[in-house]
């Protein structure tokens, strides 16, 4: 009787899991350009290809792949930088269909550019930088107000107010990035598109504005996508990550499973080549090299584009485009061959324990 009553005790005072917030969906989106092939005809270049996933509110999503696979693409298409050849976004379980609800999406979402020498305006001066966002959304009743502004989010990212006169050109790559960063949080938006925001910088000066990422989404509970090429760099600051190849999302997971147990075989390389800082792990491990060329976004092979470059690709990967599909809770993976790598993987896990119970000593 008292163990009942112990029990129901228990559970009355367990915590509910709180269910993470949706806050942007994309379903099915497409980006197609239009490149001229001869007189009069033009061929569809798939940059973006039927991409779906969500991020949820205060997560980082890390977005990585090979140069020319979609990613910048797929961050101005959200943004409605480009306009969508197909497909829907979502925020906060709203269609996005009319100007109104565009202008409304871009007060509560912003873009970090990736060079922050061309994305600043050359004649402009860090306060109209800044301020430029107040300014066309009207976010301030006068001058004053708006002065005060700046001069918060310039000391939020780390400026000081007697640079607020001051021109780009005057500044370092990691400064300019600053000022970027401020612009970018001017309308105090819950989501940020981070388009490799770092790869321009220097290495030190690339752990500085990742800190300061970390440390603005702690303090106002920012959304990040976070597009880049460096792995270590996305794992250290993603949630989860999404692997792009030729326009399609591969694979999707959290930071540390995809990073640590991919099942995409482009994933595996992809990781098969993020160097290792222990020497003797680095000895052991094996660097995949992939044959032949990317394909071209204009001339996609049928069936799974990694086909032509998969190692274990089969006959049913030229017929048909594998889905995205959630093979595990949390964890999505468009590929037929999925079950093979996990299978080798479990191999080799269960054949390096059983070296290790070898290699103790006998007491």
Known sequence: ???????????????????????????GLKEYFDIPSGLFKSK?????????????????LGVVGESGCGKTTLGR????????????????????????????FRLKT?????????????????????????????????????????????????????????????????????????????????????DEPVSALDVSIQ???????????????????FIAHDILVVRHISDRIAVMYLGRVVELADADVICDKP?????????????????????????ILLEGDIPSPLNAPSGCPFRTRCPIAGDECAIEMPKLEEVEPGRFVACYKYGQLKRTQEENSSQNNSDIEQDKPEQ
């Open 207 to 225: 752990a500085q504005v990742i800190n300061m990422f970390e440390e603005l989404q702690e303090k106002l509970g920012l959304t990040l996508m």
């Open 110 to 194: 912003t873009m970090v550019f990736q060079d922050p020498y061309s994305s600043l305006n050359p004649r402009m001066t860090v306060e109209d930088i800044v301020g430029e966002p107040l300014d066309v959304h009207r976010l301030c009743k006068g001058k004053k107000e708006r002065k005060k502004k700046v001069l918060e989010l310039m000391g939020l990212v780390g400026l000081p107010e007697e640079h607020a006169t001051r021109y780009p050109h005057e500044f370092s790559g990691g400064q300019r990035q600053r000022i970027g960063i401020a612009r970018a949080l001017a309308v105090n938006p819950d989501f940020i598109i981070c």
């Open 1 to 27: 009787m008292d163990e009942n009553i112990e029990k129901n005790d228990m559970l009355e005072n367990e915590t509910p899991v709180e269910e993470k917030e949706e806050l942007v969906r994309i379903e």
């Open 263 to 287: 099942l995409h075989p482009y994933t595996v390389t992809l990781m098969s080549a993020v160097p290792v800082p222990d020497p003797d792990t680095a000895k052991s491990s094996q660097r």
């Open 77 to 104: 298409t959200l943004m409605y930088l480009y306009k969508p050849t197909s497909g829907k976004i979502f925020y906060k379980n709203k269609e996005i269909k009319t100007k109104q609800d565009i202008n409304n």
């Open 44 to 60: 569809k270049l798939k940059a973006v290809d039927d991409v779906s996933f969500s991020i949820m509110k205060g997560e980082t």
